[in-house]
C-alpha cells in the first residue's frame, strides 16, 4: 500500500507540473499532435536584424511543449514574453517546422522581420515598408523569412496549396507566413497601404490551439485590430464547422465582469478571453463565435468566428 501511494503522489504531483505549464488544457505526450500543420519542432533560427541565432526543440522527448524553447525564440524574436504573458504564436512556430522539414530539414531559417511592436509597425509604414496597419507581426503571429536554396515563389505556392494560414510573397527569395486566416497574396494584391482594415474590419479570432478534449480550457484571442474600445457579450456559441451559423452550444467568457458587455480596452485584455467546452459535445470538427456590443464603428463586423477546432479523444477531467 506504501508503494502505491508513494507512486500516486508521485504521479500528481508530475500532473500539477503539467497543468500549470498548459493552462490545464493537455497532459505530456498530447502536446505533439495538437496542430493540424506540425513539423518535428526543430528550426534552427536567424534574426537578421541582430544576427542572434538559436537552435531549439519545441517539443520535449515525451512529446511536451517545451517552454525553454520558446523563452529562447522570444528572445530571437524581440518578444516581450513577460508583458504579453505569452509567447510567438506556437501555431506560427510548428507551421514554420512543418514546411521547413518538408522542404529544407534541418537548414537554418533567416528572419528578415519577426514580432513589431505597433509603434514600429507605424514607423516602417510611414517609410512606405510593405506592413498593415493591423499586421499579424503586432501579436507574434508572423515573420518573415527565406532559407537559403528554396526559390520564394515555389515556397509560396507550397503553404498556399495548404490553405493553412496566411501567406504572402512580394518577390525575390522571403515570404510572409502568419497563423492569421488562411489568404494569399503577392506584391501587387497585398493591400498594405489599403484603409481596408481601418475600423476593425479585420478583426480575428483564433484558439492557441487546433485540437482539444471534451471539456478543455480554451484560450481566445482576438487580433488584427485596428481600435480599441469594445465589448463582446459574455456568452460565445460553438457550431460545428460545416454549418457555423447553427450553434449547438453557449458557454459562459470566463470573467469577473457581471455586465452583459466585457469592454476590451487595450491589446493584452483582447487575448486572453477563456471558455470551456462542454463535455457533452461529440467528437468533431468545430467553430467558437463572438458577439461584438458597444462597437465604435457601423463597419465593424457584429461578429466572429474563430478558426476551426477538433474535439477529439477522452473528456478532460
Not at 508530475?14 to 496542430?35: T, V
Not at 465582469?257 to 469592454?263: G, H
Amino acid at each position: 500500500m506504501t508503494q502505491i501511494f508513494i507512486a500516486r503522489t508521485a504521479f500528481l504531483v508530475f500532473l500539477m507540473a503539467i497543468l500549470a505549464f498548459s493552462g490545464g488544457q493537455c497532459g505530456a505526450g498530447q502536446d505533439s499532435g495538437r496542430f493540424f500543420w506540425m513539423g518535428s519542432g526543430t528550426l534552427h533560427l536567424k534574426n537578421l536584424h541582430n544576427n542572434k541565432e538559436v537552435r531549439v526543440d519545441l517539443l520535449k522527448r515525451d512529446g511536451s511543449l517545451n517552454d525553454t524553447a520558446f523563452n529562447e525564440v522570444d528572445r530571437l524574436f524581440g518578444f516581450p514574453t513577460r508583458e504579453k504573458a505569452e509567447h510567438i504564436s506556437p501555431r506560427l512556430l510548428f507551421m514554420l517546422s512543418y514546411f521547413a522539414d518538408r522542404l529544407a530539414p534541418g537548414k537554418m531559417i533567416n528572419i528578415e522581420s519577426g514580432y513589431r511592436s505597433p509603434d514600429y509597425n507605424d514607423k516602417i509604414r510611414q517609410k512606405g515598408a510593405n506592413a498593415a496597419r493591423t499586421s499579424a507581426h503586432i501579436d507574434g503571429m508572423a515573420l518573415d523569412f527565406w532559407i537559403e536554396g528554396v526559390d520564394g515563389k515555389g515556397l509560396w505556392q507550397t503553404v498556399r496549396e495548404k490553405e493553412c494560414c496566411g501567406v504572402g510573397h512580394y518577390g525575390g527569395k522571403s515570404i510572409h507566413l502568419d497563423a492569421g486566416r488562411p489568404r494569399f497574396w503577392e506584391a501587387a494584391t497585398s493591400g498594405t497601404k489599403s484603409k481596408e482594415p481601418d475600423y476593425n474590419r479585420h478583426i480575428y479570432l483564433s484558439t492557441d490551439y487546433d485540437r482539444y478534449r471534451p471539456g478543455a480550457r480554451v484560450r481566445l484571442s482576438l487580433s488584427g485590430i485596428s481600435t480599441f474600445g469594445f465589448g463582446v457579450k459574455p456568452t460565445a456559441r460553438l457550431s460545428t464547422a460545416l454549418d457555423p451559423e447553427k450553434p449547438v452550444a453557449q458557454v459562459q467568457i470566463e470573467t469577473a465582469d457581471t455586465s452583459d458587455c466585457i469592454m476590451l480596452t487595450d491589446r493584452k485584455a483582447s487575448r486572453f478571453l477563456y471558455i470551456a467546452i462542454p463535455a457533452g459535445l461529440p467528437t468533431g470538427r468545430f467553430k467558437a463565435q463572438l458577439e461584438f456590443c458597444e462597437r465604435p464603428f457601423s463597419q465593424m463586423p457584429s461578429e466572429v468566428l474563430s478558426n476551426e477546432i477538433e474535439l477529439a479523444g477522452q473528456t478532460e477531467d
